[in-house]
């Protein structure tokens, strides 16, 4: 039986190596142009993540949520950390704090316009949380909790994620918002929207990541 499976998987490899894929023949137009059509965005990769792959998405986000969630619930019945290693020469913070000003900047201008050049909600979340963590490794952790607390960014945080999948879920049904002129600003439909939406999500939830971390191993 053994030799079986043997001839079967070495016919299916040659059949993917010699033969020709007709669908892909026929295309006279890219996909990259299909699904920049299709979305109304230059970006095409947006485009996918949130049109033509939003149901993954979905799911995506949720994971992301559970892993934070998890975070919390492996660290709770730990024991905080008295020690706290932080950079305490004066070149070092100011080198911090500068790059938390260039990825601040960054995540802003990923998160507006991830839908017309290279970047998107992700991205723009991990520059987000960044430059976060360059200012937690620079500040008082006292600081950081009260900033945390103050703002309220875990409730933002739990917004954002139900706004998510309440837009996502209205656009997998068929309503759509019109797609406008493509490359400007305002363009893509609900697009933009969900990139700001998983940007919030994704440095907030970066946000809490690191104050757990800090506050039960005394590292980031």
């Given at each position: 039986m053994k030799w079986l499976y043997l001839i079967a998987g070495i016919a299916f490899l040659v059949k993917m190596l010699?033969?020709?894929?007709?669908t892909l023949e026929s295309l006279d137009v890219?996909?990259?142009?299909?699904?920049?059509?299709?979305?109304?965005?230059?970006?095409?990769?947006s485009g996918i993540i949130f049109r033509n792959r939003l149901y993954d998405t979905i799911f995506e986000v949720v994971v992301f949520t559970i892993a934070i969630m998890g975070a919390?619930?492996?660290l709770a019945n730990e024991q905080p950390s008295t020690l706290v290693r932080q950079f305490t020469d004066q070149p070092s913070i100011v080198l911090a704090r500068l790059g938390a000003t260039i990825s601040a900047l960054v995540c802003i201008e990923l998160a507006i316009r991830g839908h017309l050049s290279p970047g998107g909600g992700f991205a723009a979340g991990v520059a987000g949380g960044t430059a976060i963590g360059l200012i937690a490794i620079t500040s008082p952790s006292e600081?950081?909790?009260?900033?945390?607390?103050?703002?309220?960014?875990?409730?933002?945080?739990?917004?954002?994620?139900?706004?998510?999948?309440?837009?996502?879920?209205?656009?997998l049904v068929g309503i759509e918002l019109p797609q406008g002129e493509l490359g400007?600003?305002?363009?893509?439909?609900?697009?933009?929207?969900?990139?700001?939406?998983?940007?919030?999500?994704?440095?907030?939830?970066?946000?809490?990541?690191?104050?757990?971390?800090?506050?039960?191993?005394?590292?980031?």
């Open positions: 010699v033969m020709k894929n007709p890219s996909i990259v142009e299909l699904v920049v059509q299709d979305s109304g965005v230059p970006n095409a990769v919390k619930f492996l600081w950081m909790e009260q900033v945390y607390e103050r703002w309220k960014a875990s409730t933002w945080e739990k917004i954002s994620v139900l706004v998510f999948i309440v837009l996502a879920a209205i656009t400007t600003l305002v363009s893509g439909g609900i697009i933009p929207f969900l990139n700001l939406l998983v940007a919030l999500k994704v440095a907030l939830g970066s946000w809490a990541v690191i104050l757990v971390f800090i506050r039960y191993r005394g590292l980031l």
